[in-house]
């Protein structure tokens, strides 16, 4: 565990926009963290656990890699 | 021009403070606060007594007990008053804040081993009390420091788990 950016990429700040604008505070209270942690993952600062990425791509209907991807290994 | 560029609104201040950050990195800025202010109290309060006494016989248990028990309060009081003045009725604790907080934990851990190491040689070695009372001390406080300045720098820099 260490303090640096994750890899992991997401559309989450899309998929609010294409839901009715959803607030990012909206998205925490249904997915059950705080308005800051919405903001880390945003921001690419926090990669949430599988079962905050399932939550999430479950509220906007996606399947969890239209919600969050990660990059292919090169080499 | 100056004066414009240096001056903080202190309620958009609190604005900001309120909006980006969640209720346990604004705990962990008040634990970083009372654990610098407190050893900084600590240390003058002892510098005070070790002029021209042998460090044998400087009595160090009271600031110490006193600076314990400072601390304590210290925590307590500011997060009364911030919540106060800030308004701030959130106190919600996510997975993200317990993985910080266990990141900052194993980060803080080292300066207390280090300073219990430190203080069982100090005791084999039969120094004063003073030297091993403190080099415990002194891990808990740069322990404590430690694990607050980590937990921060997560907060801001992102925590990954690979």
Redesign the interface.
């Known amino acids: 565990m260490t303090a640096k950016p994750t890899k992991v990429t997401n559309e989450v700040r899309a998929l609010r926009f294409r839901h009715g604008e959803m607030t990012q505070a909206e998205l925490a209270e249904r997915v059950g963290v705080t308005r800051q942690t919405i903001i880390a993952i945003e921001q690419g600062r926090y990669s949430p656990s599988l079962e905050v990425a399932f939550r999430i791509a479950r509220v906007f209907g996606v399947p969890l890699e239209e919600a969050f991807q990660y990059p292919e290994d090169r080499g | 021009m100056l004066s414009v560029a240096l001056y903080i609104d202190p309620m958009s201040s609190f604005s900001y403070v309120r909006d980006?950050?969640?209720?346990k990195?604004r705990s962990t800025w008040i634990e970083l606060v009372v654990a610098v202010g407190v050893f900084l109290w600590y240390l003058a309060a002892i510098s005070g007594r070790v002029r021209g006494t042998p460090i044998a016989d400087v009595a160090f248990q009271g600031p110490m007990i006193r600076a314990t028990l400072l601390s304590i309060v210290a925590t307590i009081v500011l997060h009364f008053a911030y919540a106060i003045v800030v308004g701030s009725r959130?106190t919600?604790?996510?997975?993200?804040?317990r993985?910080v907080a266990?990141?900052g934990d194993?980060v803080g851990m080292w300066p207390l081993v280090f300073g219990a190491g430190t203080a069982l040689v100090l005791a084999m070695l039969e120094l004063d009390h003073f030297w091993v009372a403190n080099a415990i001390y002194g891990g808990f406080v740069v322990s404590s420091v430690t694990t607050s300045v980590?937990r921060l720098?997560?907060?801001?820099?992102?925590?990954?788990?690979?």
């Open positions: 980006a950050m969640g209720y990195e959130d919600q604790e996510d997975q993200r804040d993985q266990r990141f194993w980590a720098v997560a907060y801001q820099r992102g925590l990954s788990l690979a």
